[in-house]
């Protein structure tokens, strides 16, 4: 998708945010929920990101993604652990 590229490249999290937000509105996915669960956890909003990470999971991964479901699973994990600290 061509959002989650352009997100990637946004000077700040209020460009990112609402690119990643509008690509998910327009494609439910892995690939989708899983960036911008990672968004969410690179600006620390932990609980958003345990609720992405865990969406992307119901998915099926694409051909196109390089993360794999282990790789979401860690990252899942990370966010909770720092629920739990805050």
């Not at 609402?18 to 892995?30: C, D």
């Not at 990672?38 to 932990?46: M, P």
Request: charge should be negative; charged fraction near 35%.
């Amino acid at each position: 998708l061509e959002l989650i590229r352009l997100a990637d490249e946004a000077d700040s999290r209020d460009r990112k945010f609402p690119i990643m937000n509008k690509a998910v509105e327009l494609e439910k996915s892995y690939r989708t929920y899983l960036h911008r669960g990672l968004a969410f956890l690179d600006c620390w909003v932990f609980d958003r990101a345990v609720l992405d990470l865990a969406r992307a999971l119901q998915y099926e991964k694409d051909a196109t993604e390089s993360i794999e479901k282990t790789e979401v699973e860690k990252y899942l994990v990370k966010a909770q652990k720092a629920i739990t600290v805050l």
